[in-house]
Nanobody
Framework: QVPLVESGGGLVQPGGSLRLSCLASGSWMSTYAMRWYRQVPGRQREFIAEITRSGITNYFDSVKGRFTISRDNVKNTVYLQMNSLKPEDTAVYYC?????????WGKGTLVTVSS
């Protein structure tokens, strides 16, 4: 059972916004750093953002100032607010956690930025 489920993807025009959600399967989420990655077909999966269990955030350079990662430990959910979207942000976005020395990935949610 995949302990992470992403949602919120879709089609948006350039300059628009989307908020992605990653629902974890339990309260264990509060004790782990959580990450978002994205992947374009034919390219390697790339790191986008991380939030530690204490709320410290880190971002890939190309999304700094446009994307914001946050977490709600009561709802067992991590968010990725994406603003000022560009066509090059088009990708499948994945939630990730390394838990007990095991890497877990969600199944991904597709974001398409196009006019």
């Amino acid at each position: 059972q995949v302990p992470l489920v992403e949602s919120g993807g879709g089609l948006v025009q350039p300059g628009g916004s989307l908020r992605l959600s990653c629902l974890a399967s339990g309260s264990w989420m509060s004790t782990y750093a959580m990450r978002w990655y994205r992947q374009v077909p034919g390219r390697q999966r790339e790191f986008i953002a991380e939030i530690t269990r204490s709320g410290i955030t880190n971002y890939f350079d190309s999304v700094k100032g446009r994307f914001t990662i946050s977490r709600d430990n009561v709802k067992n959910t991590v968010y990725l607010q994406m603003n000022s979207l560009k066509p090059e942000d088009t990708a499948v976005y994945y939630c990730y956690v390394r838990r007990a020395a095991v890497d877990y990935w969600g199944k991904g949610t597709l974001v398409t930025v196009s006019s």
